[in-house]
């Protein structure tokens, strides 16, 4: 495993990728209505990207074939978008995307509600946004990195959610996906020690049913195995000497 250590030219760097990749996810969040499918939301971060003069991190990433990923209700990461998957009311859609300038890859997601949405999905949304929440306060140098992935878990397992694990959080800089892998459950106090410079991509998905997933037969949609809702929230956090610095947040 490398740790590649971030300057702080690199992170500055970081910090402007990271804050298009936020204004892309805002022009989603504002188009997420009833009506609107899958692969408009792909033509309108394709736009904004390209209005910042960003490439596109995840089109052709292995053969991936767009530069959202968008992921509705049951699906847990990687949905590829599409024009015959039209969003509806109650509907909830994990929208996570990334990019590249000067060198360096922003990646974010958010969970957006479309209309009027069940309260069940609600607080699996809101207690998926808190666990990110504790993750990050988790970044401080000194900790472990265990400490990051048991900062989601012990959140979210006392209100009955499970923590998927078969996808994890990664570190990011010059390319999308870097050590270390970053896992949303652990043990408190295990793992590499933090140091200034770290950069990770945190990003706990969260089920209401069981943590299992399967991929479907395109390869990359990941659904929960008993199809219940799932929520995504992810955010790009340097570990700096004054504490966490969230990269993705506006």
């Not at 969040?29 to 394709?46: R, Y």
């Not at 992921?71 to 909830?92: A, F, T, Y």
């Not at 949304?125 to 990195?145: F, P, S, W, Y």
Request: net charge negative.
């Amino acid at each position: 495993m490398k740790i590649f250590l971030k300057t702080a030219d690199d992170v500055e760097k970081l910090r402007r990728v990271n804050l298009i990749v936020s204004a892309v996810l805002d022009a989603c969040e504002a188009a997420c209505k009833p009506g609107v499918s899958t692969w408009d939301l792909n033509e309108i971060a394709d736009r904004a990207m390209k209005a910042h003069d960003a490439t596109s991190a995840f089109l052709d990433y292995h053969g991936y074939p767009a530069v959202l990923c968008t992921s509705v209700n049951e699906v847990v990461v990687h949905g590829i978008p599409r024009r015959d998957l039209v969003l509806k009311d109650g509907d909830i859609i994990g929208v996570d995307f990334g990019c590249f300038k000067e060198g360096f890859c922003g990646d974010s997601a958010r969970t957006f509600a479309v209309g009027k949405i069940s309260e069940e999905a609600r607080k699996l949304m809101d207690a998926t946004k808190q666990a990110l929440e504790h993750a990050i306060a988790a970044c401080v140098v000194g900790n472990r990195l265990q400490d990051i992935g048991w900062a989601v878990q012990s959140h979210v397992e006392p209100l009955g959610y499970s923590v998927v694990r078969s996808f994890v959080g990664h570190g990011i800089g010059r390319a999308m996906h870097e050590d270390p892998p970053v896992q949303n459950y652990g043990s408190p106090g295990k793992g590499l020690r933090l140091k200034p410079g770290m950069v990770f991509a945190l990003e706990p998905m969260i089920n209401i049913g069981t943590f299992e997933v399967e991929v479907l037969a395109d390869g990359w949609t990941a659904v929960t195995k008993d199809r219940k809702l799932s929520a995504h929230f992810e955010h790009s956090v340097a570990i700096t000497e004054n504490g966490p610095f969230v990269l993705s947040r506006a």
